[in-house]
């Protein structure tokens, strides 16, 4: 074994440690002075040096983990992935910032995790055509204002493959984050996808060993992953209860700006982004100029794509965060115009009038609004 392989070797045997976390591993390598140093250590010298007794130091324990990383480590070389360890340059620095992050992670491609804008959009696995036609139109704006942008998900059912599937229409890289290792994907129908993203500079990415199996806890582990890698996380929908309310709390605790769709309050879907929007936990979102303006970001694209983008001189800028609603569902009632836009009804129903009366929305029976 050389000592490229000799050094990964401890390095994936201390990330695998039981309860091993990025604090926990930044403590040990500022008692020791590697990987290595920890694992042939004796139990006693463990104890004087780090002044306490842990499971952890147990020699059983440590030869175990050396002989089982052994097998992953030949699996990594035959498959071409890559490890990332939490002091090498490539591993994700949003990550650095999260106390529970993973000491290493796998990657399958060659993304680049360091961009200069992640976003990470997540929801229901029942997504309705509100939420498919706003992530489509979001990523479609996003891609006319910002380059150097990383789409992060899930690779699950509903609003997760949408977010990766518009991302390759617009030629920005994706990574979906696993919830097992990688010699498999789940769900299989999303293999094809998972290939498109490989081959469009995006990725898989995990921190689990290839031959872990899926258990339903690792969804939610692997959701703080998604949460802590990206500077905004976006939810599209969600009902009351769901993996993607566990991320968007998440992201609000590493003190990440977290975003909502706004929808209607009888809409099922809706119930999990208007709560997140009443509790002040996240922001409302309705357009790729709310996230960018929110977020006090520099469109980089040309001039001429920043105003093709957002440039409406006769709509003021509430108008034209209604006629973005518009443009998602289809058609907008006013208690919902009165959410997204944070402000009364009676207010909605002004702006609604004036819009009506100036030709650039229809009224239609029931109280809903189009476009003409």
Sequence with gaps: MDSVDKSMLYK????????MRLVLAQQILETVSSPE???????????????????????????????????????????????????DE???????????????????????????????????RKATPYGIGFINKLI????????????VSGLAYGIDVTAHKAALNNNIPTV?????GLNQIYPSQHRSVAKEMLKNDGGLLTDYFHDAQIHQGNFLAR?????????????????????????????????????????????????GTNSLIRNNIASVITSAEDLISSMMWTPDKTEGD???????????????????????????DTPTVARALAISIPQAMRIMSDMEFDGHITAYPGGTYRLP
Excluded at 65 to 79: A, S, T
Excluded at 140 to 146: A, R, T
Excluded at 176 to 180: E, F, I, K, R, T
Aim: glycine content about 6%.
């Design 306 to 332: 920043q105003q093709q983008m957002f440039d409406a001189p006769d709509l003021s800028e509430n108008e034209q965060k209604v006629i973005d609603l518009i443009n998602i569902a289809g058609e907008i």
């Design 176 to 180: 979906g984050v696993l919830a097992h």
């Design 223 to 271: 959701n703080r992953i998604v949460a802590a890698m990206s500077d905004a996380t976006i939810v599209a929908e969600s009902a009351i209860k769901g993996g993607a309310m566990f991320t968007a709390r998440l992201a609000s605790g590493y003190g990440r700006d977290v975003f909502a769709l706004p929808g209607r309050i009888t809409d099922k879907f809706s119930e």
């Design 140 to 151: 479609e704006d996003l891609h006319s204002g910002l380059s150097d942008l990383l789409i």
């Design 12 to 19: 994936l045997a201390l990330s695998h440690l039981p309860g």
């Design 37 to 87: 140093e920890f694992f042939k250590l004796d139990k006693t010298d463990l104890i004087h040096l780090f002044k306490s007794e842990s499971k952890l130091f147990e020699i059983s324990l440590r030869t175990k983990m050396l002989e089982d990383v052994r097998k992953e480590l030949e699996w990594i070389h035959e498959n071409n992935v890559r490890p990332l360890y939490f002091t």
């Design 90 to 124: 490539d591993y994700p620095d949003r990550l650095l910032q999260c106390d529970d992050s993973p000491v290493m992670v796998f990657v399958c491609g060659k993304p680049n995790l360091n961009p200069k804008y992640v976003i990470s959009i997540v929801g229901t």
